[in-house]
């Protein structure tokens, strides 16, 4: 155990303190350390991470130190601020989620892909999502083999070339599912957005990976192959800024905070839920972090194949702001065409002013990327 004490005249040195404590001591890369760092305005402040299990730092707090409810300011927290919604070119508009049929013909998955957004654009999609792992079984057998060199691009990965193609020709913007990516001798989970010029905007590798073990029901480990993402992936589109999160990053709340505290309007999660999890947990997961955020949530995942080596829930789905099902499907081959209006973000934001009633004088979210970076 590690133990310092700090002499703290408010909160805003502890944090910094814990802060660079945290940055300096961990030899692990930052976004491996924990996204929170809970302060209690108590004597005493636990943290946790996996090299320092039990880093104590002690406070002796004097009682005027600490701030009431109602005369914090967040701007006194030393943290940076949420940022406000920015203004996209479109500000309402229609989403087509593509919950597609995936087969062991990878040439197959990438044309019936094809056809499916050019179907979602044809509808006035001009924001489409595709599933977790379009282009391949889902499978650590399959990983492997099915894997792209996404960065090499091109003829290394015939996906994303046509996500690419597709993009540029319909002027739209594509939330690309996830394929297996290879870089060097790993392998990614990794999801594509691609802007209105067909440019790649922004590349997401899973940062949370699957290993489930219910043992009669189901047991699925990821990192028997894959690699974990290391970043948080949020990106300026036309159609609004959007937190990308692929299918198990979806349980994980710090990363949808972080997400609305840097402004996005729109969580995409393409994910394959299983049948033991899916009927409980995938309507209850996205409908949490839209009304916990008062943000937009779709999820894509896969069509369900009852004679897959791993049969996918299905269900893809947009949530409003107020948690509400704004549209979504049952397991069969489907395309939701919806429609988003960020205007509603404000409306809902106005109703419940959550951000304005947050109780930072008793926690508060600490962006670990953000605090390093100030
Ligand atoms: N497949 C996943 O990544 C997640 C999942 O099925 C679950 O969390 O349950």
């Not at 739209?172 to 599912?177: E, L, N, P, S």
């Not at 043992?215 to 290391?230: D, H, Q, V």
């Not at 609305?260 to 009927?279: K, V």
């Not at 947990?281 to 937009?296: G, M, T």
Request: glycine residues 6%; hydrophobic residues 35%; neutral net charge.
């Amino acid at each position: 155990m590690k133990s310092s004490v700090v002499s703290s005249k408010n909160l805003i040195r502890l944090q910094s303190a814990i802060s660079r404590s945290f940055l300096q001591h961990s030899s692990k890369p930052i976004s491996q350390t924990p996204f929170f760092i809970p302060i209690f305005p108590t004597n005493t402040i636990n943290l946790y991470n996996q090299r320092y299990q039990n880093l104590q730092i002690q406070i002796r707090s004097n009682s005027s130190s600490i701030m009431s409810s109602s005369a914090f300011k967040p701007e006194q927290a030393g943290l940076p601020p949420a940022l406000p919604l920015p203004s996209p070119l479109l500000t309402k508009f229609k989403i087509g989620i593509c919950q597609l049929a995936v087969t062991p013909d990878k040439e197959r998955n990438i044309q019936h892909a094809r056809k499916a957004i050019e179907e979602a654009a044809q509808k006035g999609a001009q924001l489409v999502v595709l599933p977790e792992i379009w282009n391949s079984p889902y499978s650590n057998d399959s990983f492997p083999v099915y894997a792209e060199d996404i960065d090499a691009g091109h003829d290394a990965s015939p996906s994303t070339a046509m996500l690419s193609e597709v993009s540029s020709r319909l002027k739209i913007t594509v939330v690309g599912g996830s394929i297996p990516e290879r870089c060097g001798d790993k392998l990614y989970n990794t999801c594509c957005v691609f802007g209105t010029d067909g440019n790649l905007k922004a590349k997401h590798r899973k940062i949370h990976l699957f290993d489930i073990d219910i043992p009669g029901k189901i047991t699925f480990m990821e990192s028997k192959t894959l690699t974990a993402g290391e970043t948080p992936t949020i990106v300026d589109t036309d159609v609004g800024r959007i937190g990308v999160g692929i299918c198990y990053d979806i349980r994980f709340q710090e990363l949808a905070m972080i997400y609305a505290s840097r402004g996005a309007h729109l969580l995409c999660y393409p994910g394959a839920f299983n049948m033991t999890t899916g009927p409980l947990h995938w309507e209850l997961l996205q409908r949490a972090r839209a009304v916990d955020n008062q943000l937009y949530v779709a999820t894509c995942s896969p069509a369900r194949d009852a004679g897959a080596g791993y049969v996918a829930w299905g269900h893809s789905t947009l949530v409003g702001p107020f948690g509400e099902v704004l549209a979504t499907t049952e397991h069969d081959e489907d395309i939701i065409i919806a429609e988003i209006d960020y205007s509603i973000l404000e409306q809902r934001r106005a109703n419940l002013p959550l951000a304005k009633q947050r109780r930072g004088d008793l926690y508060q979210l600490v962006d670990i990327r953000r605090v390093g970076a100030h």
